[in-house]
């Protein structure tokens, strides 16, 4: 491995005051901003993502503390090294990812053969030249590494790139005004050469998010977290009178004020209290406010509840004939069969090409009459609760009521981070547990960006109502 490409730091994460201290020592010529522990945070992770990659195979010309590709470097100002070979496996790897794309839409195409055989034939062709592809890219990237020195390329320059980084952070935290999850998520996509999108977090960066974020509040003196909005829950006391908050929610949600009022003085004497705009934005975000909103897999009412959560609850009617057990069995197969039939795909080699191919477009039908009969179901039982309703979790205040109290629970055992309980009402506690922060699924992340997203509309209101 190339030490150039990859500095070495021994002095990663050290307490504060020593950081402190001997700054002029660490970083010669630069001064040492707000940000310092953050950036010692960020390097290690990068460190440890990079040696990662060159082990997995997925660097793709990443270099450097700040783990940037040389166009994206490029792009920033920076002097960075770009031959043919790195151009060349930048193409390749174009081209690779458009032949696995082909190779899964054959996978899963229910389109007539005009040939018998086509299909599997397709997707032999097509995995085996992504594979090729992804071959000769990955020689060409190792020799474009090989030639990587500090006077060619600023990246592998760790006083230059110490600078770069705390800009790019220092704007990244004032564009997302100083929420330290939305901040080091728009750096990370800064630094990877992601184009704008309406959110800062995504799937594709939550985990480097997850670790810097948790480990800031492991390492940084509590003081320093005055200086970030941690999305940690508010006091009553910044809610403001009742009659400021329904102002905001608009007709749809104010039909419920009422009955979230009379739940909130029945359960909100927590210590993590819940906000009633917080909670009005979960409810937008799941039911639009509508009391009788049924998802494709069977939640149900303003809260989205589930079935087994709503009786874990202690909801008493819950309307759970047998087959909705069968189409909870029939998404489970539908996902075990997409997983075999993905996994069975990266085993295609030239010997047992037709072989595997045939094996994993088995799988992949499979998992599609899963799914359709999976849809059935779930739509007859949506058919059928509101034509019965029969269902405490279509009663507005049952919905409230039971969806407020497992919310304000989850607030509570993540000491008021709303992002994590966020995630937890969404995708569950031990998913949170699993990955440490929120899980790096569409929907979760989606969930909570919006969810936050209408909260700050409605704050925003609020502030200016009371400031009249």
């Known amino acids: 491995m190339n030490r150039d490409v990859l500095p070495v730091r021994n002095h990663l994460i050290l307490p504060l005051l020593i950081l402190t201290l001997f700054a002029s020592l660490l970083f010669p010529k630069i001064a ?5 522990i953050l950036i010692e945070l960020i390097i290690s992770h990068n460190q440890k993502a990079l040696e990662e990659s060159f082990l997995d195979g997925s660097n793709k010309g990443e270099a450097g503390i700040l783990m940037m590709r040389p166009d994206v470097g490029k792009s920033l100002g920076m002097k960075v090294f770009m031959d043919q070979d790195f151009l060349d496996s930048r193409e390749l790897y174009q081209e690779a990812d458009k032949a696995f794309e082909a190779a ?27 594979k090729k ?44 005004s100083n929420r330290l999850r939305d901040g080091l998520g728009l750096f990370h996509n800064i630094c990877q050469g992601v184009g704008k999108n309406s959110f800062a977090l995504t799937p594709e960066n939550i985990k480097f998010v997850n670790d810097v974020f948790y480990r800031f509040l492991q390492l940084a003196p509590e003081a320093t977290f005055k200086m970030f909005d941690l999305e940690r829950a508010r006091g009553q006391k910044d809610w403001g009178s009742p009659v400021n908050w329904k102002q905001i929610v608009g007709k749809s949600g104010a039909r419920f004020v009422h009955l979230l009022e009379v739940t909130i003085k029945k ?86 090409s037709l072989q595997s191919a045939k ?7 499979r998992a ?23 269902d405490d979790r279509l009663v507005p205040a049952q919905a409230i009521e039971h969806g407020y109290k497992y919310f304000a629970g989850l607030m509570k055992s993540h000491k008021g981070d709303m992002s994590l309980a966020l995630a937890s009402y969404n995708a569950g506690p ?16 989606l969930f909570r960006n919006r969810v936050l997203q209408f909260y700050s509309e409605y704050t925003e209101q609020r502030g200016r109502i009371v400031s009249k």
């Open 104 to 130: 899964e839409k054959a996978l899963f195409s229910k389109a007539k053969e005009k040939v018998p055989g086509q299909h599997v034939q397709a997707i032999a062709d097509h995995f085996l030249a992504y």
């Open 359 to 365: 094996k994993a477009r088995i799988s992949a039908q």
């Open 267 to 352: 359960y909100n004497n927590s210590k993590y209290p819940v906000d009633p705009l917080l909670f009005m934005a979960l409810m937008r975000r799941e039911s639009a406010f509508n009391h009788l909103a049924i998802s494709h897999v069977g939640a149900a009412g303003l809260t989205q509840i589930m079935p087994d959560t709503g009786k874990g609850l202690g909801m008493k009617k819950i309307y759970k004939p047998d087959y909705f057990k069968e189409a909870i069995s029939m998404a489970v197969k539908e996902r075990r069969y997409r997983v075999d039939a993905k996994a069975t795909l990266k085993q295609i080699t030239e010997k047992n």
């Open 133 to 176: 592809m992804t071959e000769l890219a990955d020689q060409k990237i190792k020799a474009y590494r090989s030639k990587l020195k500090g006077e060619l390329d600023d990246r592998l320059v760790e006083t230059l790139s110490v600078r770069v980084m705390d800009r790019l952070l220092s704007e990244s935290l004032r564009k997302s």
């Open 32 to 36: 040492i901003s707000e940000n310092d």
């Open 430 to 445: 031990n998913a949170v547990k699993k990955y440490k922060g929120i899980p790096p699924y569409q929907e979760t992340v």
């Open 368 to 390: 599609l009459n899963y799914g359709k009969k999976k849809e059935r179901l779930f739509a007859r039982y949506k058919a059928d609760m509101l034509k019965k309703r029969v």
